[in-house]
């Protein structure tokens, strides 16, 4: 097998819906340890697809916060800086025509009308977190056909196809993963009935265009890395290897959220320096043995992905 010598490159892509909170923090900062550990690259993206719930003035917080903690990433940003550009979904949307034109070259997507309404009408009653199984209402008898060029206007959607064989891969943080993708979530929404466009195929076009060899993030998205391993496979995109981080919880052993305001970068900025903040967090994920303010640099030498937990909780 022929390896590629590639520079690592990780990403952040946060959603400017508000402040970043400690699990964002930890998020971000894993991922630039683990290329910055390996001379790599890191890449700032804003993912702000939703116009109601994005605002430029969070994503501009954002990288204060980043700045602040010494978190510099070398491409993207506000700013636009790099070859890769735009870094603001919301600005990429020929980017993201052109891709899904590719998609529809392979016969797979196709036209829904269903409402949210309908599909959960379709839904087994014991699926209790939330996630919607699409029973294949609107799937042509054979795939293959042209979507029309009206579809949008006609209150469309567009499906992805989804065949019934799993996906598998292995995660860096979690390990072994295998998802029957047709069972999990059935056929997927690449661009909604309004003309947003998808986060899953937002996200696989942007990684592959932005040359990501490594992305990591919470581990609620492992459904939707299996997702993004299929359209990878569609679009002839590389994958890159994927380390899905233990979510930070509080001291009750919830995932954090924007409601646990003692825990947002704005409160956060109030109680710590950047190296206590970071000592704290890398004491958190087991990189180093006990609290102690530390500098990215210092820390560099014991990054390690946390193997094995699912949840990290704040004592
Ligand atoms: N924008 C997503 C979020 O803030 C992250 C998506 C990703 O890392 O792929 O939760």
């Known amino acids: 097998m022929v390896t590629e010598n590639l520079t690592p490159r990780g990403r952040f892509a946060p959603s400017p819906s508000g402040r ?3 699990g964002n923090v930890f998020t971000a900062m894993m991922s630039w340890l683990s290329v910055k550990s390996r001379g790599g690259e890191w890449v700032l993206r804003i993912e702000d697809l939703d116009p109601q719930r994005s605002k430029t003035e969070h994503a501009r917080m954002i990288e204060d916060d980043l700045l602040w903690l010494g978190l510099e990433w070398d491409e993207g940003g506000l700013a636009d800086a790099g070859p890769a550009g735009p870094y603001s979904q919301s600005r990429r949307g020929e980017v993201y025509e052109e891709y899904l034109r590719r998609l529809e070259a392979t016969g797979m997507v196709y036209p829904c009308r269903c409402r949210r309404a309908d599909i959960l009408a379709t839904q087994a009653p014991h699926r209790s977190d939330g996630r919607v199984v699409y029973a294949g209402t609107c799937r ?4 293959g056909g042209h979507v029309p060029d009206d579809a949008q206007a006609a209150g469309a959607a ?10 598998r891969f292995r995660d860096l943080v979690c390990g072994d993963q295998c998802f029957p993708l ?5 056929d997927f929404i690449v661009r909604r009935a309004d003309g947003a466009w998808a986060y ?3 996200v696989v076009v ?4 932005m040359g990501i060899t490594e992305v990591a993030r919470g581990n609620d998205l492992l459904l939707s890395t299996a997702q993004q391993i299929y359209l990878c496979g ?4 590389p994958v890159p290897e994927y380390a899905h981080l233990p979510l930070v919880c509080n001291a009750q052993g919830l995932r954090l959220s924007k409601r646990d305001s003692a825990m947002s970068m704005e409160e956060l900025r ?13 004491c958190l994920a087991g990189l180093i043995p006990e609290e102690a303010p530390m500098t990215l640099g210092q820390l560099l030498p014991f990054f390690r992905w946390p193997v094995g937990s699912e949840t990290l909780r704040l004592g």
């Not at 942007?206 to 265009?209: F, P, T």
């Not at 569609?234 to 995109?237: M, N, Q, V």
């Open 20 to 22: 970043m909170h400690l």
């Open 140 to 143: 042509p008898l054979r795939l």
């Open 158 to 167: 567009l499906r992805l196809f989804v065949p019934g064989r799993e996906i």
């Open 182 to 186: 047709a069972a999990e979530c059935g």
């Open 200 to 202: 899953q195929l937002a």
């Open 206 to 209: 942007d990684d592959a265009l």
């Open 234 to 237: 569609l679009l002839g995109f």
């Open 270 to 282: 109030r109680r710590h320096t950047p190296e206590s903040l970071l000592g704290k967090l890398a």
